[in-house]
């Protein structure tokens, strides 16, 4: 058989031996090795159609696969970020053992800046569908999210098995201005005065957003998996007392928050990076 040599043709062979690899997992059990394969060539689908794309190999999806691992962990960006902002925190992890996994999810950053931005169900489904390659490995998936991401890796552990999370900056207490909070108390009745007066605000993802933010608040003491949260006092974009909220409503005994002096909204940017890292690591470690 020829080998493709366009990205099309390579996607195409690939897609089709994903197919037959499904198949042969529907209609029986597959070997830990021909999971892991099935696993490597989605993710090779992707970082194929990302190289299409032209996006900067750094943003890029990110694989470290171990051999065998008992725990996995999916990490979930913000919607201003990419996988680079993980990519020390997934070598970290992997040294210790585990296998990671970094999907760059559809959004401003990725997509590209829309007028309302990029509708957050896009992120959504593309996490439950890097969730369930992931769990190709095993049933011990741990999920890791910022920002943003800390609500998708909420919403995502409402409705699929989850060993813990780390939310790192959740935003259950955005930072608003006097003309965003009225705008948001309005906004289910305004819509369209809600999207205007947020349009040139921070806080824009909120007119599409909020949605799902709410949805995570609304049912974070359904969740029964640990909860490691982290913030920093000098965050400028959301409030520390969204901790307040996780410290109340979780269930889960080994659930803690961590409150910070500096490292404002990108905690793995800020100057207090390595304590990130490691209190993740131990927390990971901990729960395993």
Not at 97 to 120: A, D, I, K, T
Request: hydrophobic share 35%; charged share 25%; net charge positive.
């Amino acid at each position: 058989m020829k080998i493709p040599s366009t990205t099309e043709g390579r996607i195409e062979n690939m897609s089709q031996t994903v197919w037959a690899l499904e198949n042969l997992h529907a209609e029986e059990e597959v070997s830990p090795e021909e999971r892991q394969n099935l696993l490597r060539t989605h993710y090779e689908i992707q970082r194929l159609k990302e190289e299409k794309q032209e996006i900067p190999k750094r943003d890029r999806s990110f694989l470290y696969l171990q051999k065998n691992s008992k725990d996995q962990v999916l990490l979930v960006h913000g919607g201003h970020s990419t996988p680079a902002q993980y990519i020390r925190l997934g070598k970290s992890l992997f040294n210790a053992g585990m296998s990671v996994y970094c999907s760059l999810l559809p959004s401003e950053e990725s997509v590209g800046v829309q007028r309302g931005g990029v509708p957050w169900q896009f992120s959504r489904d593309a996490l439950e569908l890097r969730y369930d390659m992931l769990r190709l490995l095993g049933d011990r998936i741990h999920v890791v999210g910022s920002s943003f991401g800390a609500v998708l890796a909420m919403n995502l552990a409402l409705k699929k098995p989850v060993q813990s999370l780390v939310l790192l900056s959740p935003p259950l207490k955005p930072q608003l201005k006097a003309g965003e909070g009225t705008a948001l108390a309005l906004g289910r009745l305004f819509p369209s005065l809600f999207e205007k007066m947020v349009a040139r605000s921070p806080h824009r993802w909120m007119s599409d957003r909020y949605s799902a933010l709410r949805e995570a608040r609304r049912h974070l003491s359904e969740l029964d998996c640990p909860i490691l949260a982290v913030h920093a006092k000098n965050n400028m974009e959301v409030s520390p007392q969204g901790l307040d909220v996780i410290r109340k409503r979780s269930r889960h005994a080994d659930s803690r928050v961590l409150l910070l002096e500096e490292g404002g909204h990108q905690l793995f940017k800020g100057p207090s990076a390595a304590r990130v890292e490691e209190e993740t690591l131990t927390f990971l470690q901990s729960v395993s």
